[in-house]
């Protein structure tokens, strides 16, 4: 058994901790404050086809370095997740994987919503913890513009009650502001293709389907006041409606493009500064639920393309937990509200079972985040020279204690 003592508890009391393990251990973790494992309900990473950019050797030890114990991994891959027997392979690729890798890390995957394969959803239903809706094309070729096939995946979901994932984007507002915006090779124009109106229009769709068929709706790293104010209304009428941000949407905004360039363009887009202190009310009025990484490696050549070529999305994994405890000692955000947001909530929204994993944190450890030391495969970082405090310094993932040094 792993035996831990002196750890410090977040309400401040001292605590001691006998986790069952293979392993005999005494831990003193005095000056160190312990969370639950971290769940991360939105990743991707990359296994099967898009393995260049990450695959879960590599993802996995940065899962841990980052205090996650379990993540959710998204369907868009190469091929995409849309029928049970590409899950079952997915399952096995990653299985073998994580043996490789000595990580046991615990995960669920979504299954992608395809218009031509819904009728795969009744099998997969006790295999899945989802079904990921893209309202709007990101990256990949997993999209459901039309409202038939919307009701369709609303429907059948409900039916099979299933939650519903939604990258809430409208596909032909995006498309129009495309044409407008054609050919420009400016990064920062991003944010514009891909507005608030954009965002909203989709937010607005989904929960009005939630209302039609009853399905259990989680919205996906929501970056605006206006999706939340939308999120506020259909909380408030008692829909089954979730909430997720990611650390980029509150930590990053659109002044950062000059200085990240390609490294700043994700889906949905960088916002107006003044959304950073939108999302952190909605954390404080606990409209938001929890914090998703989106952690969506891709390789630094790739970033480095021109705009229109250069794909959306960045790694989040091993920098979310540092960021949202560098936002508590600036007073933004309570030790409590963090566990709520990487843990507690999702723990209760995706029905899972308690487990004894625990990360172990140094709250007052400073560090630079520096693209050597990450274990992520694309080996970069929006958050690169920013020193952060509070970092993990143990996880402890199914019993085997892994020291992050
Ligand atoms: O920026 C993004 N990257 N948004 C998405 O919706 C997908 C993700 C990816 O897979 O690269
Ligand atoms: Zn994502």
Same mark, same amino acid.
């Given at each position: 058994m792993i035996h831990i003592s002196n750890a410090r508890a977040i309400s401040g009391e001292t605590r001691e901790l006998v986790i069952p393990s293979a392993q005999n251990l005494e831990l003193d973790a005095a000056g160190l404050t312990v969370f639950p494992g971290l769940i991360d309900p939105h990743v991707h990473f990359r296994t099967p086809g898009l393995e260049h950019k990450e695959d879960?050797?590599?993802?996995?030890?940065?899962?841990?370095?980052?205090?996650?114990?379990?993540?959710?991994?998204?369907?868009?891959?190469?091929?995409?997740?849309?029928?049970?027997?590409? #899950?079952?392979?997915?399952?096995?690729?990653?299985?073998?994987? #994580? /043996?490789?890798?000595? %990580?046991?890390?615990?995960?669920? /995957?979504?299954?992608?919503?395809?218009?031509?394969?819904?009728?795969?959803?009744?099998?997969?239903?006790?295999?899945?913890?989802?079904?990921?809706?893209?309202?709007g094309c990101s990256t990949g070729n997993l999209v459901i513009d039309d409202d038939e096939s919307l009701h369709a995946v609303f429907e059948v979901a409900a039916q099979n009650q299933l939650l519903v994932a939604v990258h809430a984007e409208d596909e032909a507002r995006m498309h129009e502001r495309n044409q407008q915006f054609q050919g420009s090779k400016n990064y920062h124009d991003h944010s514009a293709i891909r507005?608030?109106?954009?965002?909203?229009?989709?937010?607005?769709?989904a929960i009005s389907l939630t209302r039609q068929y009853g399905t259990r709706l989680y919205l996906l790293h929501l970056s605006t006041r206006e999706e939340l104010a939308l999120v506020k209304q259909a909380k408030n009428a008692g829909l089954p409606v979730y909430a997720e941000t990611t650390p980029h949407h509150l930590f990053l905004n659109e002044d950062c493009y000059p200085a990240l360039q390609g490294r700043a363009v994700v889906n949905p887009p960088l916002r107006r500064a003044e959304q950073n202190s939108a999302l952190f009310e909605a954390i404080q009025s606990g409209l938001i639920d929890t914090v998703g990484s989106d952690h969506a490696p891709h390789t630094t050549v790739e970033k480095a393309k021109p705009y229109g070529e250069c794909p959306s999305g960045m790694p989040g994994i091993e920098t979310t937990l540092p960021l949202l405890l560098t936002a508590y000692h600036q007073g933004q955000l309570t030790l409590e509200q963090i566990q709520r947001l990487t843990s507690s909530r999702a723990q209760e929204i995706f029905k899972l079972s308690q487990t004894e994993d625990v990360v172990l944190v140094d709250l007052n450890k400073?560090?630079? %985040?520096?693209?050597q030391q990450l274990q992520t495969k694309c080996a970069w970082s929006a958050f690169a020279g920013k020193v952060l405090q509070g970092w993990p310094v143990y996880t402890i993932l199914r019993g085997t204690c892994f020291h992050l040094i």
């Open positions: 879960w050797r590599t993802a996995a030890r940065a899962a841990i370095y980052g205090g996650y114990t379990t993540v959710f991994d998204m369907p868009n891959t190469l091929p995409p997740t849309i029928t049970a027997e590409r #899950l079952r392979e997915k399952k096995a690729l990653i299985d073998s994987q #994580l /043996l490789e890798a000595g %990580v046991p890390l615990r995960y669920q /995957l979504f299954f992608g919503a395809d218009k031509q394969h819904l009728d795969q959803i009744p099998a997969v239903k006790d295999a899945v913890v989802g079904i990921k809706v893209f309202m507005d608030v109106e954009v965002a909203t229009r989709a937010v607005e769709k400073k560090a630079e %985040v520096s693209p």
